[in-house]
């Protein structure tokens, strides 16, 4: 299974960016995944997960409200909507998979190389 994720960008505060991740190597419906955040000097947190069938969601606190995960199954895809974002959400964030439900614990077997997303 690989993943590859793409659309970070340097951005203002209060803007938008959407993060996509493409799965390959496996039936995507059979995965649940999750975005993960991690800032330089900072642990690896859990942003946002989604089940198989995209119906549960799971989001981090300081991102409710802002973020929104969402899988496209026909397209083998997952994407995290980042609005009204903060430079404190400015960190490499990467998606993660598995078949089986983590939630926001970083237990995922599959995992991308992450992409950069700046807020100043």
């Known amino acids: 299974v690989q993943l590859v994720e793409s659309g970070g960008d340097s951005v203002q505060a209060g803007g938008s960016l959407r993060l996509s991740c493409a799965i390959s190597g496996d039936t995507y419906s059979e995965y649940c995944m999750g975005w993960f955040r991690q800032a330089p000097g900072k642990e690896r947190e859990g942003v946002a997960a989604?089940?198989?069938?995209?119906?549960?969601?799971d989001y981090a606190h300081s991102v409710k409200g802002r973020f929104t995960i969402s899988k496209d199954n026909a397209k083998n895809t997952l994407y995290l909507q980042m609005d009204s974002l903060k430079p404190e959400d400015t960190a490499r964030y990467f998606c993660a998979a598995d078949t089986l439900w983590f939630g926001l614990n970083p237990q995922y077997r599959y995992w991308g190389q992450g992409t950069q997303v700046t807020v100043s």
């Open positions: 989604i089940d198989r069938g995209g119906i549960i969601t």
